[in-house]
């Protein structure tokens, strides 16, 4: 394990994420992969994988954890969070983190750790690297200049904050 002394982290939440996992899988309501979202030293959010209660596939761990964190800060920006699960996320769940701006990510088995058990996201990695074009899924540009009009007119609006990117980009 590659894991750097941080004297952020704190093992009860890796814990109560663990304790997580193992009731997504045994209550059918998931699979095994649990998440919690801390702040300034107290939980804001946690979940549990919930694709099968929920039939979702984008009802991951930590999709349901942001989802809480974010409702219980009434805010789609989680600066100043950390995030612990149990599974190194997915493509999905990695972008979600970014827009959400969490500071830190926790996790204890990597992608390549969990393939064994049928967590592959190694193609997904891949398509995104490809051009839209060249991507399994058939991807095709349309035209219609009144999606472009309203992207303009929210621009022009200039509500800061419906901006999910800061001036660094980040």
């Known amino acids: 394990m590659n894991q ?3 004297q952020n982290y704190n093992a009860a939440w890796m814990l109560r994420a663990v304790e997580l996992s193992e009731i997504a899988y045994k209550s ?6 649990g998440c919690v979202i801390t702040r300034n030293g107290e939980i804001i959010g946690e979940g549990h994988n919930e694709v099968f209660k929920r039939l979702n596939p984008t009802a991951h761990a930590e999709m349901v954890a942001i989802e809480k964190a974010c409702e219980k800060t009434a805010s789609v920006q989680l600066s100043g969070c950390e995030l612990y699960t149990t599974v190194e996320p997915c493509p999905m769940c990695l972008a979600a983190i970014y827009w959400a701006k969490i500071d830190k990510v926790y996790y204890v088995n990597t992608s390549q750790q969990v393939v064994e058990y049928g967590f592959d996201d190694s193609f997904i990695f891949g398509e995104l690297k490809k051009n839209a074009q060249e991507r399994k899924i058939t991807s095709v540009q349309v035209s219609e200049p009144n ?21 660094k980009g980040i």
């Open 4 to 6: 750097e002394i941080d």
């Open 147 to 167: 999606a472009m009009y309203v992207l303009q007119r929210w621009k022009n609006a200039d509500d800061a904050a419906a901006y999910p990117w800061d001036e």
């Open 28 to 33: 059918g309501k998931g699979l095994p992969i």
